[in-house]
């Protein structure tokens, strides 16, 4: 079991974050944002920032070319979608992509949008870390916490038929 602890300042003991997610035993905070056969789409439960989404698969695997060839055609258009919807709903430019194979979670996207306030930090990859954990520690407040609760509230609306 692994002890994680979430924006909302919950702990939780799971094996498998992705796991727990996926299947419903955890609730991020707003809901699902979208939800497809095989991927689910939510609010990273760790950093507060508006309109960071996990797109995350269903099943339980690590590795891009492990998906089959009917996930990669899901994967492609749920992820173009929930772009679509950061920059059309939130007004989001720009945002940095983020999947790494050594993860203790199943494969997932991070869809990081890039806010002004985020530049002080610096304007390169190395920079989503001190951001990260800027949110984590300086974010975690009321009313950011509403701005992030709309930002999934308006995104859900978008994507949901």
Same mark, same amino acid.
């Given at each position: 079991?692994?002890?994680?602890?979430?924006?909302?300042? @919950?702990?939780? /003991?799971?094996?498998?974050?992705?796991?727990?997610?996926?299947?419903?035993?955890?609730?991020?905070?707003?809901?699902?944002?979208? /939800?497809?056969?095989?991927?689910?789409?939510?609010?990273?439960?760790?950093?507060?920032? @508006?309109?960071?989404?996990?797109?995350?698969?269903?099943?339980?695997?690590?590795?891009?070319?492990?998906?089959?060839?009917? /996930?990669?055609?899901?994967?492609?258009?749920?992820?173009?979608?929930?772009?679509?919807?950061?920059?059309?709903?939130?007004?989001?430019?720009?945002?940095?992509?983020?999947?790494?194979?050594?993860?203790?979670?199943?494969?997932?996207?991070?869809?990081?949008?890039?806010?002004?306030?985020?530049?002080?930090?610096?304007?390169?990859?190395?920079?989503?870390?001190?951001?990260?954990?800027?949110?984590?520690?300086?974010?975690?407040?009321?009313?950011?916490?509403?701005?992030?609760?709309?930002?999934?509230?308006?995104?859900? /609306?978008?994507?949901?038929?």
């Amino acid at each position: 079991m692994r002890r994680i602890t979430l924006s909302n300042g @919950k702990t939780v /003991e799971v094996e498998c974050l992705s796991c727990a997610l996926t299947s419903g035993v955890i609730e991020p905070d707003g809901g699902v944002v979208i /939800e497809t056969e095989f991927f689910h789409a939510h609010q990273d439960v760790a950093y507060p920032i @508006k309109g960071l989404i996990i797109l995350a698969s269903k099943r339980h695997i690590k590795c891009f070319d492990e998906l089959t060839e009917v /996930e990669k055609i899901d994967y492609i258009n749920i992820l173009s979608k929930i772009r679509k919807a950061q920059r059309e709903v939130l007004g989001i430019e720009y945002v940095y992509y983020f999947y790494n194979e050594d993860t203790t979670h199943h494969f997932h996207t991070w869809m990081v949008p890039r806010y002004e306030w985020m530049y002080e930090f610096g304007r390169s990859v190395e920079s989503i870390r001190p951001v990260l954990l800027h949110a984590r520690n300086e974010m975690n407040i009321e009313e950011n916490m509403k701005d992030v609760m709309n930002a999934i509230k308006a995104l859900t /609306e978008e994507l949901t038929p």
